[in-house]
């Protein structure tokens, strides 16, 4: 049940946030996939009210 809740706020951030930040720089993850216990995150930052994002990497081991 967490990993569902996880996706979807990372699916409402990734909406929200470079609307939300056109004017301020910030940075955040987002989850690329959770299989197997792994979990692998991608950076995302939004720097002038341009967003872009980095290759998903393994970041832990998560209860997907």
Not at 53 to 60: E, K
Request: net charge positive; with cysteine; aromatic share 6%.
């Amino acid at each position: 049940m967490t990993g569902v809740l996880e996706r979807l706020g990372d699916r409402v951030l990734g909406r929200l946030v470079p609307k939300a930040t056109a004017s301020a720089d910030t940075s955040y993850y987002v989850t690329c996939s959770c299989t197997n216990m792994v979990r692998k995150r991608k950076l995302c930052h939004v720097v002038g009210g341009t967003s872009g994002c980095t290759g998903c990497i393994y970041v832990d081991v998560w209860v997907c």
